[in-house]
């Protein structure tokens, strides 16, 4: 029993950690946040449980970016933008996708599109006042 409660103490604290930001950090960044708190937990039990989280609808990935999976708490359709230089994730949130390109997809392909993930790529601000 104790050990479950445990369990779910971990569950929650990841979670708990990836609603708190909006940096759509790696499975390795939410690992360094909860270690101190957390000595036992391990970085395969935070890889365990975003999958699951994944799975179960309460975060969404955004992608692999340089490598490393990024996720995202923000569960509502929203528009990314990634930074190649620094591998930021940025939310644009009041940007949704148009009504026009839904369909035309659903044209060419002749099916009907249920869900779209759009995410743009460039040089984020920060990076762009540095060059
Ligand atoms: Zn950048
Ligand atoms: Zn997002």
């Given at each position: 029993m104790e050990h479950k409660a445990k369990h779910f103490k971990k569950r929650e604290a990841i979670l708990n950690c990836l609603r708190?930001?909006?940096?759509?950090?790696t499975a390795e960044w939410v690992y360094a946040q909860l270690k101190a708190e957390y000595?036992?937990?391990?970085l395969g039990t935070v890889y365990r449980n975003l999958a699951l989280f994944k799975e179960q609808g309460l975060v969404i990935s955004v992608g692999t970016v340089n490598g490393a999976e990024r996720f995202d708490a923000d569960t509502e359709p929203h528009v990314h933008f990634i930074c190649h230089r620094c591998n930021s994730v940025h939310d644009l949130p009041g940007m949704i996708v148009p009504e026009s390109l839904t369909s035309e997809v659903d044209r060419y392909i002749g099916g009907r599109t249920e869900s779209c993930s759009l995410s743009f790529t460039g040089t984020c601000r920060e990076c762009l006042s540095r060059t």
């Open positions: 708190s930001t909006n940096t759509h950090p000595p036992d937990i391990s």
